[in-house]
């Protein structure tokens, strides 16, 4: 980036962009874990019934992978948070100022998302998926991190939305 601009990815390797690259492979192993619940739960290739989400009737994914919000159009919502982990990672390998921007943006994004989740899973479903919980704090510190930097605020390049919406 250009002389007094920050920098998460394009400064090269150092602490903060280790910490981006470290979070977003824990938030990438969380969503797959729970893309491959949301299918084992609805379709189930055995008579296997647990998972290692299942605590008690209070810390239990099943609740949060059987309401309504799980998915959309049958898709579960946590490979979108699988979408946004890998996009960080890419984003690591091939840093971009104005990739990283949108990171920053779509960053927020998520935890917007999360947030939401979080209320509807305690309020509405009166169960919290672990597993949920920890995707939930990995996006709020990757967000965190790029506040921490301070990053310019930008709109999202149109390319990256794209990207999205075309996956």
Known sequence: MEGNQRSLTTDGINGR???LLTLSIIGMGITLYLVGHYMDVNFPQDL??????????FFN???????????ILGMPIAGLGL??????????VFPNARWEQSNHI???V???GCLILFLY?????SSMCPFCMGHWAVSLLVALLFWKK???WALPSVKILGIYAGL
């Open 121 to 125: 899973s305690l309020f509405f479903l």
């Open 150 to 152: 301070g990053l310019p």
């Open 17 to 19: 962009y280790f910490l």
């Open 48 to 57: 296997m019934g647990s998972s290692a989400c299942d605590i008690n009737s």
């Open 83 to 92: 979408l946004f982990y890998i996009n960080l990672i890419a984003s690591c």
């Open 110 to 112: 998520n935890v917007a």
């Open 106 to 108: 779509l960053a927020w």
């Open 61 to 71: 994914c099943d609740a949060a992978t059987l309401s309504p919000l799980s998915n």
